[in-house]
């Protein structure tokens, strides 16, 4: 089946979204811009995605369940799961990662841990879009290993990508690479290209999506989707 996926959604945990962006109102933003399956990516944190999950189910959407993780580098890299608890779990451990530095709601944005409804359960006490203690390479290796899909964000873009923090793209197994501008990098063109929303506000939600060939929306699937994409982008 022909989907359009937009895989890169921030809700209002991350502290750089705007507080508009609940679970409720990402899926029907999404659904209204006719996307077929979204992803939750905060920075650092999964604690918003039992919410989504049952905002996706009530309203009959599929979802993937994903984090943005930090390298030490501060390349950002989106780590897709198709299940809520291996993400839950490995969320846990990413947050666990990050360097100790406290948020400063007054300067950085609030980081509400909110249920379905929209009433707030706690807080995030880290900062979340801070660096973690582990390096690209490593971080690159534990998605691999724990069976998600693993994308570096936004690769072409001036700060958080890999060619920046890094200098260079590394020759890792990458299920696909993330990139905002119209022009594809010459070292990203050995990988599955994708654009996403990077969505912080919900008019941009779907703003930017890819459209793949898939029989379902399972991290296995979609890894062979996004392999195709290669393949015809080197036609």
């Not at 209204?32 to 009959?60: F, Q, V």
Request: with cysteine.
């Amino acid at each position: 089946m022909k989907a359009r996926i937009d895989f890169h959604i921030h809700s209002c945990l991350s502290p750089c979204a705007s507080l508009e962006m609940s679970p409720r109102a990402i899926v029907a933003r999404a659904q209204a811009a006719r996307l077929d399956c979204i992803a939750l990516t905060d920075h650092g944190c999964t604690k918003n995605l039992p919410a989504m999950h049952e905002a996706c189910a009530e309203a009959g959407m599929a979802c993937l369940y994903g984090i943005e993780a930090t390298s030490a580098e501060e390349v950002h890299v989106l780590c897709l799961f198709d299940q809520l608890q291996p993400a839950l779990e490995f969320g846990d451990w990413i947050y666990d990662s990050l360097l100790n530095f406290p948020n400063v709601p007054e300067r950085f944005g609030e980081q509400p841990i909110i249920n379905v409804d929209e009433e707030i359960l706690g807080f995030a006490d880290k900062l979340l879009f801070a660096a973690g203690s582990l390096s690209f390479f490593d971080l690159v290796d534990a998605v691999l290993e724990a069976g998600a899909l693993c994308i570096p964000s936004h690769i072409d873009r001036s700060y958080s990508g890999a060619i920046s923090q890094l200098g260079f793209l590394p020759d890792l197994p990458y299920s696909a690479l993330e990139v905002v501008g119209s022009r594809i990098p010459e070292e990203a063109k050995k990988w599955p290209v994708v654009r996403f929303s990077d969505a912080h506000e919900l008019k941009h939600i779907g703003r930017c999506f890819t459209e793949v060939d898939t029989e379902s929306f399972s991290t296995e699937h979609l890894r062979t989707a996004l392999a195709k994409l290669g393949k015809n982008k080197k036609k």
